[in-house]
Each structure stands twice: as C-alpha cells, then as structure tokens.
C-alpha cells in the first residue's frame, strides 16, 4: 500500500506540472489558432508539425523510452553504478548517432515524406508544408533524447524536471508567435519556436541528470549487453504504440484531401482530448511504469497486479465522465477556448465536430 501511495503522490507532483503545461499548451494552440486559424497555413503547419511529432511519440518518447526503462530499471536493482553508467551512455551514445540520421534523411526527404502524407494538397500548400516540415524535423532529435533522459530520471523517482520540461516548450512556442512579424509567415516563427523549445527540454534536466551521478561520455558499443536488450525490446513496442501513431498519419491522408482547414481542425480537437490523457492518465503512467519494472524484476506477479489494477480505476474513474462531457459540450468547449482573430463560426463548427 505504501508504494501505491507513492505512485499517487508522483502523480500529483506529475500532474500538477502537466496541468501547467497543458494551461500553456492552451495559450499555444489559442496563439496558433489565433494567428492561422484553420485556412491553408493552418493545415500546412498542423502537417508539417504532426510528421515529426508523431514520429517522436512512435520512436523517441515511445517504443525507445518504453523498451529503455525496464532495462535501466534491472541494472538500478543490482546497484552496480558503474554498469549503469556505462548502459546508459552506451545508449546514449547509438541514440545520438541514430536520431542524427533519422533527422538529416526526414530533412532531405521532406517533400516526398509531405507528399505522402498530405497527398490532397495543392502545390503551393505542398511547398509551404515542407518548408516547415524541415524547420521542425531536428525537433524528433532532440526530444528522443530529452525523453531518455526523462527515463533515466523516472528511474531514479525524479520526476519534476522532465514534467516541467514540456511546459518550456510551450513557452517557446508562444514566445516566437509574438515575433511572427520578423518571420516570412507565422507558421516560420512557430516552426522555429518549437525547434528552441526542443533543446530547452533537454537542458532543464541536465541539473537533475547530474545530482544522480550521471557524467555524459561518448561510449560506442553495439555489443553492450543492455543495449542489445533495448534493441530487441523496441521492435514489440513499436508494433504496440505504432497502430494509434499510424492512424494518426492516415486521418492526415484522408483530411488533406478534405475542405481547407480540416487537418487543422482535427489537431485541434485532439489537443482538448489530450488535455485530460495528458494532465492526468500520461501522469499516472509516467508514476507507475518505474514501479511496475521493479516489481517484474523481483518477480512480484501479485503486486504487479495489484498495481496494474488500482492503475485502471484511476484512469477509468477520470476518463469515463471526462468522455461524456467532451462529446455533450463539445461545441461550447471550442467557443470558449479557440474563438478569436482567424478562428470563426467555421473553424468551430469543423473542430467541434471533429
């Protein structure tokens, strides 16, 4: 019982600053909707940004944070510091020089990536996409790694720094649409901002990083037993995290060759879903997949259940009114939240429907 109340207590802690990014990821997507409603731009940059987030939550904050901390979580266990060191800055290591190419090859095949994905537009909504498609895309870089760092420090139950990391690029976002003036478009000045929000998040853990004792050092080893064991774990949760990523990236298929604004509108309307899976269920799983690894590795099975279980009826006691009161009040939701500047009857009605 002691540990489900730990797990309640770092999810508090957790959604107390997620709430807090999701009040600014609010003023961003107000900030967004405000300057491009959900016209040609608006779609162009909902694509150009859904690519390389989707890819992040697929790759980065997914399947390789899933698959790395179960890993870390055995070599805490043994307390062998040393070893862990080395694990991690092994990982490390090949995760710098993979996402490095991932980045450099998105960059180079944008427009074929864009054209994939937003095979509906026109040749200008397809140039402009792309443009802002290779603004963006070193973001995917530099939150997989912002994520391993997350769960390194998951591990080790810190949980504030990478919670708050989110919130900076909010702020960054929001700070670069008030300079959209000195830009070509605002969808440049966002694009930008996101890019800057992404090396915020990996510098606000580096603090946290240090007090656990961790030094960052170049330690290329493909053969390194614990990253062989990541490797062989990211391939079942890419399979298991890719099914909800590739519908995402087939919804964008089918709203590009839809009415303008309704890649848009759809993004926005998954961002007021997300603001009750972030502020609260993201939460409580970042909480309980440190404490559900190290009750595995003790081959705790009932406890494990217990967890699992308690777990389900948080999310299902928050989740289950939250849906019904989406659906109820979905068009009053949009009116107060996104109605402004570009953001008209039209926008509402799409992004409530969506």
Same mark, same amino acid.
């Given at each position: 019982?002691? =540990? #489900? @109340?730990? %797990?309640?207590? *770092?999810?508090?802690?957790?959604?107390?600053?997620?709430?807090? *990014?999701?009040?600014?990821?609010?003023?961003?997507?107000?900030?967004?909707?405000?300057? /491009?409603?959900?016209?040609?731009?608006?779609?162009?940059?909902?694509?150009?940004?859904?690519?390389?987030?989707?890819?992040?939550?697929? !790759?980065?904050?997914?399947?390789?944070?899933?698959?790395?901390?179960? %890993?870390?979580?055995?070599?805490?266990? =043994?307390?062998?510091?040393?070893?862990?060191? =080395?694990? !991690? $800055?092994?990982?490390?290591?090949?995760? &710098?020089?993979?996402?490095?190419?991932?980045?450099?090859?998105?960059?180079?095949?944008?427009?074929?990536?864009?054209? +994939?994905?937003?095979?509906?537009? $026109?040749?200008?909504?397809?140039?402009?996409?792309?443009?802002? $498609?290779?603004?963006?895309?070193?973001?995917?870089?530099?939150?997989?790694?912002?994520?391993?760092?997350?769960?390194?420090? $998951? *591990?080790?139950?810190?949980?504030?720094?990478?919670?708050?990391?989110?919130?900076? /690029?909010?702020?960054?976002?929001?700070?670069?649409?008030?300079?959209?003036?000195?830009?070509?478009?605002?969808?440049?000045?966002?694009?930008?901002?996101? !890019?800057?929000?992404? &090396?915020?998040?990996?510098?606000?853990?580096?603090?946290?990083?240090?007090?656990?004792?961790?030094?960052?050092?170049? /330690?290329?080893?493909?053969? #390194?037993?614990?990253?062989?064991?990541? !490797?062989?774990?990211?391939?079942?949760?890419?399979f298991g995290i890719g099914i909800v990523q590739i519908d995402v990236l087939i919804g964008t298929q089918f709203a590009s060759r839809m009415i303008e604004g309704s890649v848009a509108s759809i993004g926005l309307a998954d961002r007021v879903m997300e603001l009750v899976l972030g502020g609260y269920v993201i939460a409580l799983s970042t909480a309980v997949l440190?404490?559900?690894?190290?009750?595995?590795?003790?081959?705790?099975?009932?406890?494990?259940?217990?967890?699992?279980?308690?777990?389900? @009826?948080?999310?299902? +006691?928050?989740? /289950?009114?939250?849906?019904?009161?989406?659906?109820?009040?979905?068009?009053?939701i949009i009116e107060v939240l996104f109605e402004g500047g570009e953001f008209d009857r039209q926008s509402i009605e799409l992004t409530a429907w969506a």
């Amino acid at each position: 019982m002691s =540990e #489900h @109340r730990s %797990v309640l207590k *770092s999810t508090s802690l957790i959604s107390a600053l997620t709430v807090l *990014s999701r009040i600014f990821g609010y003023i961003r997507d107000k900030r967004i909707s405000f300057l /491009l409603g959900t016209g040609d731009l608006a779609d162009a940059y909902a694509v150009a940004f859904r690519i390389p987030n989707t890819l992040r939550r697929l !790759v980065g904050e997914g399947a390789v944070s899933a698959a790395f901390i179960p %890993v870390f979580s055995e070599y805490l266990a =043994e307390n062998k510091r040393k070893e862990i060191w =080395e694990f !991690v $800055n092994a990982v490390f290591s090949v995760a &710098i020089v993979a996402m490095s190419i991932v980045v450099v090859a998105g960059i180079l095949a944008s427009s074929y990536i864009v054209g +994939f994905f937003a095979v509906g537009f $026109n040749a200008q909504k397809l140039e402009a996409t792309t443009m802002l $498609n290779r603004i963006i895309f070193p973001y995917i870089g530099l939150v997989s790694l912002s994520a391993l760092a997350m769960g390194v420090l $998951n *591990s080790f139950g810190r949980f504030a720094a990478s919670a708050f990391a989110p919130v900076l /690029l909010n702020m960054s976002i929001i700070a670069l649409s008030f300079l959209s003036d000195f830009f070509p478009n605002p969808g440049v000045a966002l694009s930008i901002g996101v !890019v800057i929000g992404g &090396i915020l998040q990996i510098v606000i853990q580096i603090p946290s990083l240090r007090r656990t004792g961790w030094r960052l050092r170049w /330690l290329w080893d493909l053969a #390194h037993p614990g990253v062989r064991r990541v !490797v062989a774990l990211i391939g079942p949760r890419i399979f298991g995290i890719g099914i909800v990523q590739i519908d995402v990236l087939i919804g964008t298929q089918f709203a590009s060759r839809m009415i303008e604004g309704s890649v848009a509108s759809i993004g926005l309307a998954d961002r007021v879903m997300e603001l009750v899976l972030g502020g609260y269920v993201i939460a409580l799983s970042t909480a309980v997949l440190p404490l559900l690894t190290r009750q595995a590795a003790a081959n705790r099975i009932e406890d494990m259940k217990t967890t699992l279980s308690f777990s389900m @009826r948080l999310v299902l +006691f928050i989740t /289950l009114p939250a849906t019904v009161g989406l659906i109820l009040l979905r068009v009053q939701i949009i009116e107060v939240l996104f109605e402004g500047g570009e953001f008209d009857r039209q926008s509402i009605e799409l992004t409530a429907w969506a």
